[in-house]
């Protein structure tokens, strides 16, 4: 079965510092990878998409993505952290089995980014 | 342009009673989803529509729900007789047939007393 998964449920990392949102998935055949930001009382904004190319992948914000499929993981970063960053955080992949429109989500992450 | 709007952005009702969410998609975008998100947890799909073909309902959990999109643009998610587990935010989202990043309309948050 398809699935996604993110593993932490909250990320906490000092401003200025690196951070990293982990995601793995699960699919037949090549995933197409999406990272979402929800803001507090917002809907999903895009961040950024892999569907081929370069295994490194750079969207809004300064954040990037790296894609690893042999460790089947899209893990999102970004090398100074702010304290606006704070907000939470999906990995979705395409649904390659039902319709190829559709987006499975994993969880989510909440990223508290502090002072 | 003007992003995918939804309406009403939050909505008390009680239970028994039925609700309708509204959706306006950013313009030319031909593909519209409704998905759920409860407290706590992720986006659950509920349906799907692609121009004019016949839409994907695989995930609408109970024959309560139903959805219809006019013209091929605004979409009205339609909940009968809510029962307080319907309780959450239901986003709409719109894309182009393809690259399918979706966008996402501010949500409706549903609340079932």
């Known amino acids: 079965a398809q699935s996604v998964a993110q593993p932490e449920d909250q990320v906490n990392v000092a401003e200025g510092n690196p951070l990293t949102v982990k995601c793995t998935y699960s699919?037949?055949?090549?995933?197409?990878l999406f990272w979402y930001v929800q803001y507090p009382n917002r809907g999903l904004q895009f961040l950024l998409k892999?569907?081929?190319?370069?295994?490194l992948v750079k969207g809004s914000y300064g954040f990037e993505a790296e894609f690893n499929k042999s460790q089947t993981s899209f893990h999102l970063k970004k090398p100074s952290a702010l304290v606006s960053d704070s907000a939470l955080y999906f990995c979705?992949?395409?649904?390659?089995?039902?319709?190829?429109?559709?987006?499975?989500f994993g969880a989510g992450t909440r990223l508290a980014v502090h002072p | 342009g003007a992003g995918v709007s939804q309406s009403p952005s939050n909505k008390v009702t009680e239970k028994g009673k039925d609700v309708e969410l509204r959706c306006d998609p950013i313009?030319?975008?031909?593909?519209l989803y409704w998905y759920r998100q409860s407290l706590g947890q992720g986006l659950e799909f509920l349906i799907y529509?692609?121009?004019?073909?016949?839409?994907?309902k695989s995930g609408l959990p109970s024959d309560r729900f139903s959805a219809e999109r006019t013209g091929g643009s605004v979409s009205t998610l339609t909940i009968q007789r809510t029962q307080q587990e319907d309780s959450a935010v239901y986003l709409c989202?719109?894309?182009?047939?393809?690259?399918?990043?979706?966008?996402f309309g501010p949500g409706t948050r549903l609340t079932v007393l």
């Open positions: 989202a719109s894309s182009l047939r393809t690259p399918p990043a979706q966008y």
């Open positions: 699919v037949s055949g090549n995933p197409y």
């Open positions: 892999y569907i081929t190319g370069d295994n």
């Open positions: 979705a992949v395409r649904d390659e089995e039902g319709g190829y429109n559709k987006l499975i």
């Open positions: 313009s030319g975008h031909t593909a």
């Open positions: 529509f692609q121009g004019n073909s016949a839409p994907d």
